[in-house]
């Protein structure tokens, strides 16, 4: 086979590569078809000017729906039960937009817990009823009490520097904690 | 699919159009990562790499279709990590090149900085070149590269993510300088955190001083295993 051949052929399969894997998702892109009814009318609700994007999740064998978009110049996350019952609404923060108070609250409650620590990621974690959370997006002065759901880098001198997903309460209380597991970077490295 | 083909035909085009005049290489080029980590900080990785000329066309060979190996390289490196996404490594590489075997060190730092939806890996790299019969060769290099799963915003066992990358090679040789730029394009299928295959195409082109005249257009297949290693 001339070398010709052997570099098309080479070509085609790789724009074959795409279809020979298995699929086995955790999170999925859905269309709206296949969302329940309840959380469709929830976003329907909110008068959205942005497009939305639905994604099935699976977290240890419960599957919830995901609806993310863009309102207000802020990403939110907006989560919900197979039977389109609201969960709750994330929504992404930087730290400066932070209040004072908040940033002292939750800095004093991870360094209960880390030496040092670096942060990744802030969102603000709602729950409530369905009109305190569709207030929530559609007024902007809207708010309730609610907690934050953070993503950093933590230093502990047992286990040295980790990736943490924290839970904690406006007082800086850590709810919940879990060890995140970064995706392996050798392709990026070597 | 669609990203990939798009990509590989404008990347092929772009090449056969831009190199009308100029040197041009083509061929395959599979490369293997095997990674140990050897304690909780220390990792190892070792690599083979090798680059199989199927066209060239330059002063002695004009549009010629036929097989040659162009070089292989076997390199190994000793990883720590500073943080969770800032590391260190030195490294080793052995060329095999027709003749003109060489030695290499290597130093490199790499971070990561994660996005909303897309991560973006930094490798600032120097190494030294030596061999027997040329004089050495320094390069300073720096690569941002990133992977953009494509089904959901976090990648799955079993998904496919869009791989880009772009390498800015600075060489200084017997007191000349050049420039070497290579961008890669392609996806890779994650089958788990241990395995991942990549389809790239990897495109470069040098020297810059005064202009490019050469280009090379390589198929990569690329595939990194994590071993369990010896920590807990």
Redesign the interface.
């Known amino acids: 086979m001339s070398s010709k051949k052997v570099f098309f052929l080479i070509l085609i399969f790789f724009f074959q590569f795409s279809s020979f894997a298995q699929k086995i998702e955790e999170e999925s892109r859905v269309s709206e078809d296949v969302v329940p009814e309840k959380a469709l009318t929830f976003v329907s609700e909110l008068g959205l000017k942005n497009k939305t994007k639905w994604y099935k999740e699976r977290t240890s064998g419960r599957d919830s729906y995901e609806c993310k978009f863009k309102a207000n110049s802020k990403f939110y996350s907006v989560e919900f039960d197979t039977l389109g019952v609201i969960e709750d609404i994330e929504v992404l923060v930087k730290k400066r937009k932070l209040t004072q108070e908040e940033l002292r609250s939750l800095e004093s409650g991870i360094l209960k817990e880390f030496e040092k620590f670096k942060w990744v990621k802030i969102q603000r974690q709602f729950k409530g009823t369905n009109s305190e959370l569709n207030k929530l997006i559609t007024d902007t002065n809207e708010t309730i009490p609610h907690n934050f759901e953070v993503e950093l880098e933590g230093k502990s001198s047992e286990d040295g520097w980790k990736m943490y997903e924290l839970l904690l309460s406006p007082n800086g209380e850590i709810l919940m904690k879990r060890e995140i597991q970064l995706r392996p970077t050798d392709n990026l490295n070597y | 699919?669609r990203l990939?083909?798009i990509s590989?035909f404008l990347l092929?085009s772009c090449t056969f159009v831009s190199a009308q005049n100029d040197r041009l290489y083509?061929?395959?080029f599979p490369e293997l990562?095997v990674?140990v980590p050897l304690s909780?900080?220390l990792k190892f990785?070792a690599?083979i790499e090798s680059q199989n000329g199927?066209?060239r066309n330059d002063a002695t060979h004009n549009k010629d279709?036929?097989?040659y190996h162009n070089q292989t390289d076997l390199?190994s490196?000793l990883?720590f990590?500073?943080?969770?996404?800032i590391?260190t490594?030195i490294g080793y590489q052995y060329r095999i090149e027709d003749g003109d075997n060489s030695h290499r060190s290597i130093q490199?730092l790499?971070w990561?900085n994660?996005f909303?939806i897309f991560?973006l890996?930094s490798?600032l790299r120097a190494d030294q070149k030596f061999s027997p019969s040329i004089s050495p060769e320094y390069r300073l290099r720096y690569r941002a590269?990133?992977?953009i799963p494509l089904?959901?915003?976090?990648?799955?066992?079993?998904?496919?993510y869009f791989?880009l990358?772009n390498e800015v090679i600075y060489a200084l040789q017997e007191g000349e300088s050049s420039i070497e730029n290579r961008v890669v394009v392609g996806?890779?299928?994650?089958f788990n955190?241990t395995k991942?295959l990549?389809?790239s195409?990897d495109y470069r082109t040098d020297p810059y001083f005064p202009d490019i005249d050469r280009h090379r257009l390589w198929?990569k297949i690329?595939f990194?295993w994590?071993l369990k290693g010896f920590t807990k």
């Open positions: 699919m990939l083909l590989g092929i083509a061929g395959i990562g990674n909780s900080k990785t690599k199927l066209f279709w036929s097989y390199q490196f990883e990590k500073l943080t969770t996404r590391k490594a490199q790499t990561l994660q909303r991560r890996g490798r590269s990133t992977d089904q959901g915003d976090k990648l799955d066992d079993g998904e496919k791989l990358s996806m890779g299928h994650f955190r991942k990549e389809l195409f198929c690329s990194y994590n």
